[in-house]
């Protein structure tokens, strides 16, 4: 069974950083494509980064460029986004979501964390 | 960057009704899109791809249609279960862009 645990979410203050873990277990973490997807309260949802299973290709939203980092650690089966200079606006609760083999569409999600910025 | 127009934003429905939503894109997409069911507190769950494809488990009242810039989701008769936002998304260039949802509720 496929599974994506997010993991690292929190309250932090406007300018700080955080970063989110994926756990992802129950299928070869190495071949896929992975994402970060974000969920503002009461929001619809917005695509934050993406990187291939090599981590050779990587894109932002425009909204977080600069600002946060996407990695993974395949040995680990791990996803990561790195996120500083937060904002007000970056509330929201984050998603990892695996990309469908071949294709850009997200078959697989985890349950989210909340990343709340606030002072 | 592509936009997508989802309507309408609000539908009430009776279970039992068929419901139809609609996705526009800004600009052609061929038949790269994709719609996702959430439920409050919870991830969404894909349900179609590649615009008319069902995904494996998804029940077949559920299905999609369209190409280029027009697209439609049609439940054929709802269910209780069914009562959710519903999310297009455009899967043909980064970045990805999702309609801004439509909410079926109990009429």
């Known amino acids: 069974e496929v599974q994506l645990v997010e993991s690292g979410g929190g309250l932090v203050q406007p300018g700080g950083s955080l970063r989110l873990s994926c756990a992802a277990s129950g299928f070869t973490f190495s071949s896929y494509s992975m994402n970060w997807v974000r969920q503002a309260p009461g929001k619809g949802l917005e695509w934050v980064s993406y990187?291939?299973?090599?981590?050779?290709?990587?894109y932002y939203a425009d909204s977080v460029k600069g600002r946060f980092t996407i990695s993974r650690d395949n040995a680990k089966n791990s996803l990561y986004l790195q996120m500083n200079s937060l904002r007000a606006e970056d509330t929201a609760v984050y998603y990892c979501?695996?990309?469908?083999?071949?294709?850009?569409?997200?078959?697989?999600w985890g349950q989210g964390t909340l990343v709340t910025v606030s002072s | 960057d592509i936009q997508m127009t989802q309507s309408p934003s609000t539908l009430s429905a009776s279970v039992g009704d068929g419901v139809t939503i609609t996705c526009r894109a800004s600009?052609?997409?061929?038949?790269?899109l994709a719609w996702y069911q959430q439920k409050p507190g919870k991830a969404p769950k894909l349900l179609i791809y590649?615009?008319?494809s069902l995904e494996s488990g998804v029940p077949s009242r559920f299905s999609g249609s369209g190409s280029g810039t027009e697209f439609t989701l049609t439940i054929s008769s709802l269910q209780p279960d069914d009562f959710a936002t519903y999310y297009c998304?455009?899967?043909?260039?980064?970045?990805?862009?999702f309609g801004q949802g439509t909410k079926v509720e109990i009429k």
């Open positions: 998304q455009q899967c043909n260039s980064y970045p990805w862009t």
């Open positions: 600009q052609s997409i061929s038949s790269w």
């Open positions: 590649k615009a008319s």
């Open positions: 979501a695996r990309e469908a083999w071949a294709a850009a569409y997200f078959d697989y």
């Open positions: 990187i291939v299973p090599s981590s050779s290709t990587i």
